[in-house]
T-cell receptor, first 113, second 118 residues
């Protein structure tokens, strides 16, 4: 079936540096691409999302870029802080599914002081 | 708005017993509810889609007779894990799409249920 690939699986950066996580998807009909932050034992928390008619979106320190032709999208976190440490998941909408999501395998981000 | 609650938050049961997980939309009508499963240190995997008043749609590899889904009202969907075994131990999360309009895609997740089968 359709899937979402996410890289890297782990990422360690120093506080203040930028972090970039990349995802590719295979379903050409996907039109919604959210990013989630998940802390251990808790529900995923939406941090930013982008729709297929937009190439880039920014919200303070967080930005997402989408290349529909290449079927990849990326999360950029600038000026990272220790509290950004968590697992991040990208996802892509599943076409003809009523808005269900296909998730990447996650990236464990560690921001060291 | 768009709050989803889930109960219980955690449950421990013996192998062979059944466990029911409830997912409620508190301030909106959830015509669709998605059920995901997340094994430790893994991603969320879609198990099934439930629609109010109709049969659930299961993803490939998910046994419909083992994971019974009922969506009898616009505010309640339930997942029953029948004859649970240790390999069913997981974090189960429900979610519902957002309200009409531009935010329709956004998912509202329940807090999850941690199931441990001994």
């Amino acid at each position: 079936g359709e899937n979402v690939e996410q890289h890297p699986s782990t990422l360690s950066v120093q506080e203040g540096d930028s972090a970039v996580i990349k995802c590719t998807y295979s379903d050409s009909a996907s039109n919604y691409f959210p990013w989630y932050k998940q802390e251990l034992g808790k529900r995923p928390q939406l941090i930013i999302d982008i729709r297929s008619n937009v190439g880039e979106k920014k919200d303070q320190r967080i930005a997402v870029t989408l290349n529909k032709t290449a079927k990849h999208f990326s999360l950029h976190i600038t000026e990272t802080q220790p509290e950004d440490s968590a697992v991040y998941f990208c996802a892509a909408s599943i076409s003809n599914s009523g808005y269900a999501l296909n998730f990447g395998k996650g990236t464990s981000l560690l921001v060291t002081p | 708005g768009a709050v989803v609650s889930q109960h219980p938050s955690w449950v421990i049961c013996k192998s062979g017993t059944s466990v029911k997980i409830e997912c409620r939309s508190l301030d909106f009508q959830a015509t669709t509810m998605f059920w995901y499963r997340q094994f430790p240190k893994q991603s969320l995997m879609l198990m099934a889609t439930s629609n109010e008043g109709s049969k659930a749609t299961y993803e490939q590899g998910v046994e419909k007779d083992k994971f019974l889904i009922n969506h009898a009202s616009l505010t309640l969907s339930t997942l029953t894990v029948t004859s649970a075994h240790p390999e069913d131990s997981s974090f189960y999360i429900c979610s519902s799409p957002g309200l009409a309009g531009a935010s329709r895609n956004e998912q509202f997740f329940g807090p999850g249920t941690r199931l441990t089968v001994l």
